[in-house]
Every structure is written in structure tokens, then in C-alpha cells.
């Protein structure tokens, strides 16, 4: 006989930190000094209506709906991430030029022409987080709340602004 109990839902003691990481390039990745308070996930679906005449005419069977999707779904994520190093007298920038290389066109590699592009980047946190999809950074925002006396960046929020990615397959 099987076993139908629910498994309960626990957790650890472990802080798992967001992280936001290259898929092109494994060593090009920021964590989260500070989880974010939320995630914000949207879904886009674009439809397209047909204007059919009469409008009040019924749909019969294997015939066009009024409606029909035009483009793949597709999701998008915006995170607010806080970076401090205030108590601990260093610079934050080494994180934000993280994020502005994950927000940039990768350097050309193949020898078939350029293959410029941003990278493809996963946001991951802990194993039962959010779903991670393929993404490329749509926006960055970058505010800098207090500065070191040599000007250097101690107290960032920086706004990311992700869009989902389809592989396309070649025909």
C-alpha cells in the first residue's frame, strides 16, 4: 500500500543567499549581501484579437478563434538589491561591475563572426526558491546612497530588471 502522508515543508537554519550568476561564463556571478525583501515575477502573454464580422456569430468547431497567441509567453523579474560596506571600510564596486559586465554584450569568441549578445544569466536561491529561468538583464539602476571620504561606493541599491530568454532551435 502506498503512503499518502504529506511531506511537511521544512527548512534550516542556513541563510540562503539570492544569487545572480553567468550561464556563459560560471566564475561572473553576485550574491546578495542581503536577501531581498520580495520578488516581483510577470508573466507576458500576447495575444492577438481577430476582428471578425458578425461579432455575435458563434465559434463552430475547427474554426479560427478570435483570439490567438502571437509570440511565446514570457517572464520577467525585477529585484532590488542592497550592498553595504560601511561597517567594514570597503568598496561595494567590485559588486557592481559584476553587475554592469552581466548587463553587457559579451566580447566576440567564435572565429564564424561576432557573436555579440548579453550574457544568459540565472537568478538562484535556495532549493525550494522561486523557479529559475534563462534571462538576460533588461535594466540596471544603480543609486548610491553613501560614499567613502575617497569617493568610493560604500552603500548601493542597485535594481534589476530581468527578461526571460527562449532558445531558439535552428531550422
Given at each position: 500500500?502506498?503512503?499518502?502522508?504529506?511531506?511537511?515543508?521544512?527548512?534550516?537554519?542556513?541563510?540562503?543567499?539570492?544569487?545572480i550568476?553567468?550561464?556563459d561564463?560560471?566564475?561572473?556571478?553576485?550574491?546578495?549581501?542581503?536577501?531581498?525583501?520580495?520578488?516581483?515575477?510577470?508573466?507576458?502573454?500576447?495575444?492577438?484579437?481577430?476582428?471578425?464580422?458578425?461579432v455575435?456569430e458563434?465559434?463552430?468547431?475547427?474554426?479560427?478563434?478570435?483570439?490567438?497567441i502571437?509570440?511565446?509567453?514570457?517572464?520577467?523579474?525585477?529585484?532590488?538589491?542592497l550592498?553595504?560596506?560601511?561597517?567594514?571600510?570597503?568598496?561595494?564596486q567590485?559588486?557592481?561591475?559584476?553587475?554592469?559586465?552581466?548587463?553587457?554584450?559579451?566580447?566576440?569568441?567564435?572565429?564564424?563572426?561576432?557573436?555579440?549578445?548579453?550574457?544568459?544569466?540565472?537568478?538562484?536561491?535556495?532549493?525550494?526558491?522561486?523557479?529559475?529561468?534563462r534571462?538576460?538583464?533588461?535594466?540596471?539602476?544603480?543609486?548610491v546612497?553613501?560614499?567613502a571620504?575617497?569617493?568610493?561606493?560604500?552603500?548601493?541599491?542597485?535594481?534589476?530588471?530581468?527578461?526571460?530568454?527562449?532558445?531558439?532551435?535552428?531550422?
Amino acid at each position: 500500500m502506498m503512503n499518502t502522508a504529506r511531506r511537511r515543508l521544512t527548512w534550516s537554519a542556513k541563510l540562503e543567499k539570492l544569487t545572480i550568476g553567468s550561464l556563459d561564463n560560471h566564475r561572473l556571478h553576485v550574491v546578495a549581501q542581503y536577501n531581498p525583501k520580495d520578488l516581483q515575477i510577470d508573466k507576458q502573454v500576447s495575444w492577438l484579437t481577430h476582428n471578425r464580422w458578425p461579432v455575435d456569430e458563434r465559434r463552430k468547431d475547427n474554426q479560427q478563434a478570435d483570439v490567438e497567441i502571437n509570440q511565446a509567453p514570457s517572464r520577467s523579474m525585477s529585484i532590488e538589491l542592497l550592498f553595504d560596506g560601511y561597517e567594514e571600510h570597503r568598496s561595494i564596486q567590485p559588486e557592481i561591475d559584476k553587475l554592469e559586465e552581466l548587463s553587457s554584450l559579451q566580447p566576440p569568441r567564435s572565429k564564424n563572426g561576432p557573436r555579440l549578445r548579453p550574457h544568459y544569466c540565472v537568478v538562484t536561491w535556495g532549493v525550494a526558491g522561486a523557479r529559475p529561468f534563462r534571462y538576460v538583464i533588461e535594466s540596471l539602476s544603480t543609486k548610491v546612497m553613501m560614499f567613502a571620504p575617497s569617493g568610493a561606493p560604500l552603500r548601493v541599491a542597485c535594481t534589476v530588471k530581468l527578461k526571460e530568454v527562449h532558445m531558439m532551435s535552428k531550422l
